[in-house]
Nanobody
């Protein structure tokens, strides 16, 4: 089970940190990812992190502004969002993909487990 939290309303240029708490499984056996779904649009990839944090990957639209991280001891993944823009407004979802590899995963369809989503709104 995945539980995303930390969403809210922030002004453009501000910061938020999202958390995704996992339970019921061995967290370190999963590559993790953040996705978002803007109003009226399809869900899109934001960032991914490998099982032991050796690799990360970002969408071009967030590169340099967002940072993904994880703490396997706490079964938690994070997304630090800085220099936020109104176009970052979306419902943000965390997801988990079971793997023995050390790669990140960017395809939506590769993830087996999804959290419930948390709303992020950036005002201009």
């Amino acid at each position: 089970q995945l539980q995303a939290s930390g969403g809210g309303l922030v002004q453009a240029g501000g910061s938020l940190r999202l958390s995704c708490a996992a339970s019921g499984r061995t967290f370190s056996n999963y590559a993790m990812g953040w996705f978002r779904q803007p109003p009226g649009k399809e869900r899109e990839f934001v960032a991914s992190i490998s099982r032991k944090s050796h690799s990360t990957d970002y969408a071009d639209s967030v590169k340099g502004r967002f940072t993904i991280s994880r703490d396997n001891a706490k079964n938690t993944m994070y997304l630090q969002m800085d220099s936020m823009k109104p176009e970052d407004t979306a419902v943000y979802y965390c997801a988990a993909h079971f793997t023995f590899s050390s790669f990140t995963v960017v395809r939506t369809g590769s993830y087996e487990h999804w959290g419930q989503g948390t709303q992020v709104t950036v005002s201009s």
